[in-house]
């Protein structure tokens, strides 16, 4: 009878236990609100952005489904502030064909130091790309090789427009020469135009526009692709 007692005895201590545990770990879920819960998708949104607690992210960013949802380290207010808006992060600060980004020039059929170029959301960039073998004698192609790397979580992908003439201010900004979409961290393509040498020559330098578009990715702070243009290379 006495062994019974306390084996009872052991059995409700063993079931209040067990009681609390549940108990506490609702209660702990209840109160975690302000932890951010864990991402669901990279797709950007039209709402605000926030933090999470973890530090999965670049800058520890995330996009969120238009709540803003601080966590509980007080450390991250100020860069909850500066965090903006996915869709403004990602629209372009430049235009064509005017307000692009000046690359410089680099030779189409000499040796040239590559032009690079970093930064974060659409991008219309310039460069010229000059003949430099001007020789009535041979025919050296124009040629550009352009790689693109897109930062972890995002993919950017790289479009290239070439003028139609090889007037300084000649510009092309909608038919598409070339581009490339592809999802793994390198997008990489080339164009090349033909060195025309009719009788007294022809400057077959050009203008061309490097489109960096994002694709996919909340263009996070500090998550910046990264840009090359090599010139007589294919
Ligand atoms: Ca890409
Ligand atoms: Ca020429």
Not at 80 to 107: F, I, N, V, W
Not at 113 to 118: F, G, I, K, R, W
Not at 130 to 138: A, G, K, P, Q, R
């Amino acid at each position: 009878m006495y062994d019974h007692e306390v084996r009872s005895q052991k059995a409700r201590a063993v079931g209040a236990v067990f009681a609390f545990t549940v108990l506490s770990a609702f209660a702990l879920a209840a109160c975690g609100s302000d932890a951010a819960p864990a991402p669901t998708s990279l797709a950007i949104d039209a709402g605000t952005p926030r933090r999470d607690a973890g530090a999965n992210y670049p800058g520890d960013l995330v996009p969120d489904a238009g709540v803003d949802s601080p966590d509980a380290t007080s450390s991250d207010a100020a860069a909850d502030a500066k965090m903006g808006d996915a869709a403004t992060r990602c629209a372009p600060t430049t235009s064509c064909p005017t307000g692009q980004r000046d690359l410089g020039t680099l030779s189409g059929d000499k040796a040239s130091a590559p032009l690079t170029a970093t930064g974060v959301g659409n991008t219309w960039l310039n460069v010229r790309v000059t003949e430099d073998d001007s020789s009535v004698t041979s025919a050296v192609d124009l040629k550009l090789k352009v790689t693109l790397t897109s930062p972890p979580l995002e993919n950017y992908d790289v479009v290239i427009y070439l003028a139609s003439s090889s007037q300084v201010g000649a510009f092309e900004c909608q038919t598409v020469r070339a581009q490339s979409t592809s999802v793994s961290q390198t997008d990489q393509l080339a164009v090349s135009w033909p060195d025309n040498h009719p009788a007294g020559g022809q400057d077959d330098s050009k203008n061309v526009t490097v489109e960096v578009r994002h694709a996919s990715g909340p263009c996070a702070p500090g998550a910046e692709w990264s840009l090359k243009v090599e010139g007589n290379a294919l």
